[in-house]
């Protein structure tokens, strides 16, 4: 038998599974309890909506040094050592939050935002490289389906915890933590040798430009950073506003978060078979009618089957611009991956 017969021999499942692993863990720790679950926790301090509409921009503005500045630090000190400073930075923020007050919250949001794009620039490029070229598109829904688990599990845990004391903190804290074993067992990543001679910042943008998946992909990562911004930084106080509390705020995000966890393999397959530009219009017209259908029937029926096609379609914005990363044929997948992040970051900002 040919290797193109069986080509599953030429990939690194090992190191596949175990940053699917380090992808999940850490993203309810960095992403479901910090963006979902601390403004909620904010909220019940006493923080106005304002102060919590400048708390989620803090952790949005401080991913983009961090997503910035990922793929020249992967090239000087590795991948892993980039991926366990981007857990440490969020460990060190959740401890933060725990014992400082207004407007300190900012900094520890700037910490847990550059933590965020530390580890998701240090690691995805690895993931995705070493991943079957073919499927990507699916391999990347795949992932996006693993790590929107955080929304669905980050409401749960603090539906069982509570969200009044300190514990949803530690939770953040030791997920983040739980996530180094699996990073143990990964295998360093093969040596780069055409993304290292690229050229830089200047010449990679140069070559990603004139593509058109790119140009797209960038389309669509500016206009999903501001909505998932706009649910996880604000729906605490539009539901409470409606009369919602606390326990039906988690489930409702849990809601959110199911509807992501649910639909970004679809929309995989969707890039591979329909290409961007279907799976990016459809994603925007559902979205466009649940926000609509939220704001002006918002009882509880539809207000949970609602966020649940929210929040698929919002997540899948972010999975369709990761795809668009992956598939512009450039040499240094990680520039590609860091821009539209960043794209999305500043957006979300």
């Given at each position: 038998?040919?290797?193109?017969?069986?080509?599953?021999?030429?990939?690194?499942?090992?190191?596949?599974?175990?940053?699917?692993?380090?992808?999940?863990?850490?993203?309810?720790?960095?992403?479901?309890?910090?963006?979902?679950?601390?403004?909620?926790?904010?909220?019940?301090?006493?923080?106005?909506?304002?102060?919590?509409?400048?708390?989620?921009?803090?952790?949005?503005?401080?991913?983009?040094?961090?997503?910035?500045?990922?793929?020249?630090?992967?090239?000087?000190?590795?991948?892993?050592?980039?991926?366990?400073?981007?857990?440490?930075?969020?460990?060190?923020?959740?401890?933060?939050?725990?014992?400082?007050?207004?407007?300190?919250?900012?900094?520890?949001?700037?910490?847990?935002?550059?933590?965020?794009?530390?580890?998701?620039?240090?690691?995805?490029?690895?993931?995705y490289r070493i991943a079957p070229a073919h499927a990507r598109g699916r391999l990347v829904g795949?992932?996006?389906?693993?790590?929107?688990?955080?929304?669905?599990?980050?409401?749960?845990?603090?539906?069982?915890?509570?969200?009044?004391?300190?514990?949803?903190?530690?939770?953040?804290?030791?997920?983040?933590?739980?996530?180094?074993?699996?990073?143990?067992?990964?295998?360093?990543?093969?040596?780069?040798?055409?993304?290292?001679?690229?050229?830089?910042?200047?010449?990679?943008?140069?070559?990603?430009?004139?593509?058109?998946?790119?140009?797209?992909?960038?389309?669509?990562?500016?206009?999903?950073?501001?909505?998932?911004?706009?649910?996880?930084?604000?729906?605490?106080?539009?539901?409470?506003?409606?009369?919602?509390?606390?326990?039906?705020?988690?489930?409702?995000?849990?809601?959110?978060?199911?509807?992501?966890?649910l639909l970004q393999y679809p929309v995989g397959w969707m890039a591979d078979h329909w290409g961007?530009?279907?799976?990016?219009?459809?994603?925007?017209?559902?979205?466009?009618?649940?926000?609509?259908?939220?704001?002006?029937?918002?009882?509880?029926?539809?207000?949970?089957?609602?966020?649940?096609?929210?929040?698929?379609?919002?997540?899948?914005?972010?999975?369709?611009?990761?795809?668009?990363?992956?598939?512009?044929p450039t040499p240094d997948m990680a520039w590609n991956v860091s821009s539209l992040s960043i794209?999305?970051?500043?957006?979300?900002?």
């Amino acid at each position: 038998m040919s290797s193109s017969d069986s080509p599953s021999h030429a990939y690194d499942w090992r190191t596949i599974t175990a940053l699917n692993v380090v992808s999940t863990l850490s993203q309810i720790g960095q992403f479901g309890i910090v963006y979902v679950m601390v403004p909620v926790w904010l909220a019940l301090q006493g923080l106005s909506a304002a102060q919590l509409g400048f708390f989620a921009a803090s952790l949005w503005l401080g991913q983009m040094p961090g997503l910035a500045l990922a793929p020249w630090l992967c090239h000087r000190w590795g991948a892993r050592r980039v991926v366990v400073a981007g857990l440490a930075c969020s460990v060190l923020a959740l401890l933060g939050i725990a014992y400082v007050a207004w407007p300190l919250y900012l900094l520890c949001g700037l910490l847990a935002g550059l933590g965020m794009g530390l580890r998701w620039v240090g690691l995805e490029p690895w993931l995705y490289r070493i991943a079957p070229a073919h499927a990507r598109g699916r391999l990347v829904g795949f992932h996006e389906t693993l790590i929107a688990a955080a929304p669905v599990v980050a409401p749960a845990i603090a539906a069982l915890v509570g969200v009044q004391g300190y514990t949803i903190l530690w939770v953040g804290s030791g997920c983040t933590v739980a996530a180094l074993l699996p990073l143990a067992f990964a295998r360093r990543p093969p040596h780069d040798a055409a993304a290292l001679a690229s050229g830089g910042w200047r010449q990679s943008g140069a070559a990603a430009w004139p593509h058109r998946i790119f140009r797209q992909g960038l389309l669509i990562a500016l206009c999903g950073g501001m909505l998932e911004s706009a649910v996880v930084g604000l729906f605490a106080v539009f539901a409470g506003d409606r009369g919602f509390d606390a326990q039906n705020i988690a489930h409702l995000l849990t809601s959110f978060g199911l509807g992501g966890l649910l639909l970004q393999y679809p929309v995989g397959w969707m890039a591979d078979h329909w290409g961007m530009r279907a799976a990016g219009a459809l994603a925007a017209t559902g979205t466009v009618l649940a926000a609509a259908l939220l704001a002006l029937l918002p009882g509880v029926p539809v207000a949970y089957a609602t966020m649940f096609v929210l929040g698929g379609l919002i997540t899948a914005f972010l999975t369709l611009a990761l795809i668009a990363a992956t598939k512009t044929p450039t040499p240094d997948m990680a520039w590609n991956v860091s821009s539209l992040s960043i794209a999305y970051s500043l957006s979300a900002v």
